[in-house]
């Protein structure tokens, strides 16, 4: 019994589509790599060369680099999921410290993908978007931590915001030149000093 017009075509379509993912990953995976390797802006070319592929082909899976950086970024997204996992300890200091240790692991991994978003954020939307996703999730989550009587407070919480930004750990890894050692110990450091319950918190209102 021969084979039906539909069953010769479904596995040359399957292979092709499957050709086609590889050769979609290992364009993101060259990206990547570039950019991990200090590349802030890698050219099509320079793409097309690290995944050996043909710069057509490169096109034919993003429209524009715009297209690729955003895929990168998405990609990279999924890099803050072990900030969402459950924490260990029960108690708010203890889950502090447990954020930290995860925070500064990420952000260390990640630096260099963000130098390259950082330079094309202002003219992508698409990263742009993403930023403001990751920036609120983290938020997010910080706030979920807090006890109730600093859940209110504006100035330890936008502090801790802060210090737990992936801003502040590339400045401190790159413009002060630390490393992520002491980065993480200076963070470290400025958290205990916030929390310190009989430190202020705040200047004293005038009667």
């Known amino acids: 019994m021969g084979m039906t017009s539909q069953q010769r075509t479904e596995p040359s379509t399957d292979g092709r589509r499957r050709r086609s ?5 290992r364009i993101v995976a060259a990206m990547l790599a570039l950019v991990e390797e200090g590349a802030i802006s890698p050219s099509a070319e320079d793409v097309a060369v690290r995944a050996r592929v043909g710069l057509r082909s490169v096109f ?3 429209s524009d680099m715009d297209n690729l950086y955003a895929e ?4 990279l997204a999924q890099g ?3 900030a969402l996992a459950p924490f260990e300890s029960s108690d708010w200091r203890g889950r502090l410290v447990e954020a930290t240790e995860r925070r500064t692991a990420i952000f260390e991994r990640l630096l260099p ?3 390259a978003a950082d330079a094309h954020r202002h003219e992508s939307p698409a990263i742009q978007s993403h930023h403001e996703g990751i920036t609120l999730m983290l938020r997010t989550r910080l706030l979920a931590l807090m006890p109730p009587h600093l859940e209110n407070n504006t100035i330890v919480f ?3 915001d802060l210090l737990l930004s ?3 750990w590339a400045r401190l890894r790159f ?3 630390l490393t992520p050692e002491i980065a993480r110990d200076v963070i470290t450091a400025q958290i205990g000093l916030l929390i310190k319950e009989q430190a202020p918190l705040c200047p004293a209102q005038p009667n």
């Open 80 to 82: 803050y999921e072990t």
């Open 158 to 160: 936008e502090s801790l």
């Open 60 to 62: 034919r899976h993003f």
């Open 113 to 115: 993908f963000k130098r």
């Open 21 to 25: 993912e590889v050769s979609r990953d």
């Open 166 to 168: 992936i801003d502040t």
């Open 175 to 177: 413009e002060q030149a």
């Open 72 to 75: 990168m970024t998405l990609r």
